[in-house]
């Protein structure tokens, strides 16, 4: 992963971290103005504070330190009460930070152990390899898929299913709600989209992706053509695309391949296809899942792959079939 890339997302963070901290300042000075009688006792409260300490390493005296610990215990109460009256808690002192994880540094420590936030994990993935698809992402939610874009006659003849689009689509949804739920549950299969173009399935993976990233998960988005390219260029050592690329293709929390189906393929891909799907299975640092989504039927899956990988597929995924009349005409 570019250094370049890094160092500019910690000046970001920096800047994020600064700004936040500032605007807490000028909201503890506009609180103050408006009750002036809570900055007295936040000083009181601070002078108390200090005694304590002192008491604590000058002369420890149980007596005078239950003495103090009463009155700021008393002022603190005070205080509270005069938040309350304003409709306002300790929590409007606080900076409001993007990330309350890392409170805007990038990075948590955890046990001695100091290791990269997941915010920045993302930021770091959006900048180097999702680019612009990821910035659909944060656009395409499940407040904005619309159900009613999908036909509620059944058409067996044409789409080959006894329920209505519209039905299926609910129930595909349902099955994507219950994914984002048990996301971590070893049980929990991935998912294979398939069905024609037009059918809404790169947005549902996009509505899947932002309701995990919103739980923390890192989201790696990539088409196959391009993946498999890139990983055949970096075998070869002619890409931009590096080992941790590799690795994290092999690791992120959900990783979505969009598109397979529409890349040529050889004997070399097919094998790094199998190599990602099943390192992904196999993964033995934490469950990670995959959607992979295709306009390929699954007898089409079958005619055009190696059958190792349609059935380590079939055997690990929940099939969402999509049908339907394409809705993108419908949206216009
Ligand atoms: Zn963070």
Redesign the pocket.
Known sequence: MANSTLQKLLIEYNQKKTLAEYKAQLKKIEIYEKAPQLKEIDDEISTLAISQTKSIILNYNANNLKKLEEQISILKNKKNKILQSLNLSLDDFNPVYE?P??KDT?YVTDNYHTSM????KQKLFDEEYNKSNIQQLSTQNFNSFSEALYSENVDEEKYHAKISPRENIKRIVKISHDFIDNFDDLETKNLLFTGNTGLGKTFLSSCIANELLKKHKNVLYQTAPIMLDSIVEYRFGKSSFDKAMYDHLLNVDLLIIDDLGTEYMNNVKFTELFNIINGRLLNPSHTVKTIISTNLSLNNLYDNYDERIVSRIVGNYTLCYFFGDDIRFKKR
């Open positions: 990330c994880i890392c990038g936030c997941s915010c920045l």
